[in-house]
């Protein structure tokens, strides 16, 4: 049966068509897989009311459906109503695992261990630093033209595994980050580096996320299936010198090359409120760590 779907007037219909014919879509509050372009029937225009609540998926392509469900290139985002928050939790969630190299962990029953804080962080509720993909040092300016393996999204010159988007059709298949390249082992040393995609995918999809307030600090408290858990501050992401969504919205970088093109890496933890989902975005953004260790 097909489908009728509303679309903000932002986005022309040629570049809708551009987008790729199978997307993973939030609709009712569920995931459906494979949803197909082909299926729409028709297509009409209409305004979008609060753009601001969007303005950090700019200047990407944003497409609104209806049933409050928000289209990406790449990737999906819902807007949802505000999750009742819990309250106020002075303490820290969980109880710390153990000590790697001088810094806690929680054991939260998966196959990794996940630090109690972001790099650059002094308690779970601090942001800490933010890093460009590939990227070991903060930075004032988030953007291609100070990112340190490419100055434009067909100018890489590291972790391409397409010629059309390296430097002179530069490739080395290289998808995960080398060691010297991952912003938590440069910075804490010992066992520690950034979450693969996988293990990322396993922190969003095997614990119970709870929008919450620690220390007046908005974030999600995640719980995992031994009933330890950790808090991850909503921190916002970087895009150029401004940090945009601080309090409201969480970007965590995975260690993995974005699944569809080299210029994108994955967020396999990336929140508003109301929804925990992933996405692929430009490398050169600022985005928070959460290292992990065995």
């Known amino acids: 049966m097909k489908r009728i779907f509303t679309i903000i007037a932002l986005v022309a219909i040629s570049m809708f068509a551009?987008?790729?014919t199978n997307q993973l879509v939030w609709s009712n509050g569920r995931?459906?897989?494979?949803?197909?372009?082909e299926s729409i029937d028709s297509l009409t225009y209409g305004e979008m009311e609060d753009i601001d609540t969007l303005h950090l998926l700019l200047p990407r392509t944003i497409i609104k459906v209806v049933h409050d469900t928000v289209y990406v290139h790449d990737t999906v985002y819902v807007e949802c109503p505000e999750t009742p928050e819990t309250p106020e939790t002075p303490e820290t969630p969980g109880v710390?695992?153990?000590?790697?190299?001088?810094?806690?962990?929680?054991?939260?029953?998966?196959?990794?261990?996940?630090a109690t804080c972001n790099v650059?962080?002094?308690?779970?509720?601090d942001y800490g630093y933010y890093f460009a993909w590939g990227e070991?040092?903060?930075?004032?300016y988030y953007a291609w033209s100070t990112y340190k393996y490419g100055t434009n999204y067909n100018q890489l010159t590291k972790y391409c595994n397409n010629s059309d988007y390296g430097k002179d059709g530069f490739t080395d298949n290289k998808t995960v980050l080398d060691p010297e390249d991952d912003a938590a082992t440069a910075n804490w040393g010992g066992a520690w580096r950034m979450p693969t995609k996988a293990e990322q995918d396993e922190?969003?999809?095997?614990?119970t996320w709870t929008w919450t307030t620690q220390n007046g600090v908005k974030g999600h408290k995640v719980t995992g299936p031994n009933g330890n858990s950790i808090f991850l501050p909503a921190a916002g992401c970087m895009p150029g010198g401004t940090l945009n969504g601080a309090g409201s919205r969480g970007f965590y970088w995975s260690s993995s090359l974005g699944t569809d093109y080299p210029?994108?890496?994955?967020?396999?933890?990336?929140?508003?409120?109301?929804?925990?989902?992933?996405?692929?975005?430009?490398?050169?953004?600022?985005?928070?760590?959460?290292p992990v260790c065995q």
């Open 18 to 20: 551009m987008a790729q």
């Open 263 to 290: 210029s994108y890496a994955y967020e396999g933890v990336n929140f508003l409120s109301g929804s925990v989902g992933w996405r692929s975005d430009y490398r050169y953004l600022g985005d928070s760590v959460r």
């Open 203 to 207: 922190l969003r999809n095997n614990c």
């Open 96 to 114: 710390s695992s153990g000590m790697e190299n001088g810094h806690e962990y929680v054991d939260l029953g998966l196959s990794v261990k996940w």
């Open 136 to 140: 070991v040092e903060p930075k004032e």
């Open 120 to 125: 650059g962080a002094n308690s779970p509720e």
């Open 31 to 37: 995931l459906i897989y494979g949803t197909s372009i």
